[in-house]
């Protein structure tokens, strides 16, 4: 089916200061898996 993956990923809300979310995020996601992200 198919495959996802995230390397390196980041997000930074604009700010005083600037809110930094996610920071250099790793992820694979094999075919059959299953993952629910909440945040």
């Known amino acids: ?3 996802v ?3 390196g990923a980041s997000r930074v809300f ?3 200061p600037p809110v930094r979310a996610v920071d ?3 992820l ?11 945040g």
């Open 14 to 16: 604009a700010g005083s």
């Open 28 to 38: 694979d996601v094999a075919d059959g898996e299953f993952l629910v992200l909440v």
């Open 5 to 7: 993956s995230y390397v």
């Open 24 to 26: 250099q995020l790793d």
């Open 1 to 3: 089916m198919a495959e």
